[in-house]
C-alpha cells in the first residue's frame, strides 16, 4: 500500500506542471486525497483535496483558480495541475490519503494515514 509522488520539475514564473499520486495496493476512488507542500524552512500545509467520489474538490487562497485536483480512477491516480506558477510555490509537493470513510477541510496533516514521499517543485527564473 503506497503512494508515489511525480512530475515535479523547475519551472519558470507563470509556467504549468501536472503533478501524478499514483496509488497501489488499495483503490484510490475508496478515499478522500489531499495534496500538501512544505517549502523550505515551512511547515507542512495542506493544498487542495478531492473527495472519493470526485464531486468535491477544495482549495486554499493562495492557488485557487491556478491549481485543479482531479482523479482518474481507471488510472488509480489523483493529478494537480498546476498553472500560473509563483516563486512562493515552490515545495515539496505530497499526497495523501485520508482512513477510509472519512472526510476533512482543511486538510490537516494529523488527519492523514498515509503519505508519499514527495515531488520537489521548483520556480526560478
Known amino acids: 500500500v503506497q503512494l508515489v509522488e511525480s512530475g515535479g520539475a523547475l519551472v519558470q514564473p507563470g509556467g504549468s506542471l501536472r503533478l501524478s499520486c499514483a496509488a497501489s495496493?488499495?483503490?484510490?476512488?475508496?478515499?478522500?486525497i489531499g495534496w500538501f507542500r512544505q517549502a523550505p524552512g515551512k511547515e507542512r500545509e495542506g493544498v487542495s483535496t478531492?473527495?472519493?467520489?470526485?464531486?468535491?474538490?477544495r482549495y486554499i487562497d493562495s492557488v485557487k483558480d491556478r491549481f485543479t485536483i482531479s482523479r482518474n480512477n481507471a488510472e488509480n491516480t489523483v493529478y494537480l495541475q498546476m498553472d500560473g506558477l509563483k516563486y512562493e510555490d515552490t515545495a515539496v509537493y505530497y499526497c495523501?490519503?485520508?482512513?477510509?470513510?472519512?472526510?476533512?477541510?482543511?486538510?490537516?496533516?494529523?488527519?492523514?494515514?498515509?503519505w508519499g514521499r514527495g515531488t520537489q517543485v521548483t520556480v526560478s527564473s
Open positions: 495523501a490519503r485520508v482512513p477510509e470513510g472519512r472526510s476533512f477541510w482543511p486538510p490537516e496533516i494529523s488527519n492523514y494515514e498515509l
Open positions: 495496493g488499495f483503490a484510490v476512488y475508496n478515499y478522500d
Open positions: 478531492i473527495t472519493k467520489g470526485g464531486l468535491n474538490t
